[in-house]
């Protein structure tokens, strides 16, 4: 596997991210992966907010996630919150790299991803090509974030093991290999996280990935997600006691 990232102009409100695609992107390959980061996406189609203290970032963040802990139940006052059924800091809302504003996530991330694949699929006259939308996130027990993907296009999210036998014949239960994540790490840890304005990058050579010639469908989106109640850490997530955001409720 390849991963290249691209250098951009500084990416400010009123850009345009298809003029922002076209002018810096090189010509795609058949099978490719375009990464693109959520904060491009959100401050070109408006998603910024004047920033002026945190207690409004925590104000926005109320509005922005369906579930939220307050931060003050947290000792280094962040608040963790669930967005699109994934737990972020603050709802993925931030002000670095965004000149004196709280950028938001994209409205509907999902469709902002389709729209940028279904672009690039038309301009560079592909047939398989996949888009992820990336941001980066706090692990348990871990120092350090690492990128994930917000949200994916044009291949399968995960390789299914179950069923299958491992090496030595026994059949596998329960695994499956998150593809859009992997993906996104990797061109997380390639693009930067501070100055380095490398906002694109491209996967070339991922013979693990399995391609489609279209979006998600939505049976493919529910599978996704988790309930808090199934989920292998539900006894940790249901102890605590979450508020519900305005997208929530």
Not at 54 to 59: L, S, V
């Amino acid at each position: 596997m390849h991963v290249k990232p691209y250098k951009t102009h500084k990416i400010k409100a009123g850009d345009d991210i298809y003029q922002i695609l076209d002018q810096f992107l090189p010509t795609l390959e058949e099978k490719s992966v375009v990464a693109v980061t959520s904060k491009i996406v959100g401050i070109c189609e408006g998603r910024l907010v004047k920033a002026e203290s945190e207690e409004q970032k925590f104000k926005l963040a109320e509005e922005e996630a369906d579930y939220y802990l307050p931060p003050e139940e947290n000792q280094y006052g962040i608040m963790l919150s669930i967005n699109h059924n994934l737990m972020v800091a603050s709802a993925g809302i931030d002000a670095s790299n965004s000149d004196g504003y709280f950028s938001l996530w994209p409205k509907d991330p999902q469709k902002s991803t389709d729209a940028i694949r279904e672009y690039l699929v038309k301009k560079h006259k592909l047939k398989h090509l996949g888009v992820i939308l990336t941001d980066s996130k706090l692990s348990p027990l871990r120092w350090g974030v690492t990128g994930y993907a917000v949200t994916h296009s044009g291949f399968k999210a995960f390789n299914s093991y179950i069923g299958k036998p491992d090496l030595f014949g026994r059949r596998m239960h329960m695994e499956q290999a998150n593809v859009m994540d992997s993906l996104a790490s990797t061109s997380v840890a390639v693009m930067g996280e501070g100055a380095e304005q490398q906002p694109l990058a491209v996967i070339t050579d991922a013979s693990f990935v399995e391609f489609q010639d279209r979006k998600p469908n939505q049976e493919e989106l529910d599978a996704l997600t988790i309930d808090i109640k199934d989920d292998v850490y539900a006894s940790m997530l249901s102890a605590v006691s979450w508020r519900k955001g305005r997208k929530g409720s």
